[in-house]
């Protein structure tokens, strides 16, 4: 499942990507894998990271590994989920 951390960052680029950096090597540990952070275009957040996990247990068994720090003032994770849509027969 694809997994979209949203965040808000109050502190520098540098910290931001040091941060980054912890989320990466928690992701290669526990084999979650890492997409990317992307510059959110929705005006309540900052930042996204979008993750692909097995499961929610999954990824947070990743978070786990990097405490918040203080300049992630919050977040909010949201879950997609793969839809299986039915096979359409031809109408005959």
Same mark, same amino acid.
């Given at each position: ?5 949203? /965040? ?42 979008? /993750? ?41």
């Amino acid at each position: 499942m694809k997994i979209l951390l949203y /965040f808000d960052w109050v502190g520098s680029r540098k910290e931001l990507k040091e941060h980054d950096k912890r989320m990466q090597k928690s992701c290669e540990e526990t084999e979650v894998e890492y997409i990317g952070i992307y510059g959110s275009m929705n005006q309540k957040w900052n930042y996204c990271w979008l /993750f692909d996990a097995r499961s929610y247990d999954h990824l947070l068994s990743m978070t786990a590994k990097v405490p918040r720090p203080p300049q992630m003032t919050h977040y909010i994770t949201e879950l997609l989920i793969p839809v299986q849509l039915p096979v359409e027969q031809p109408s005959l």
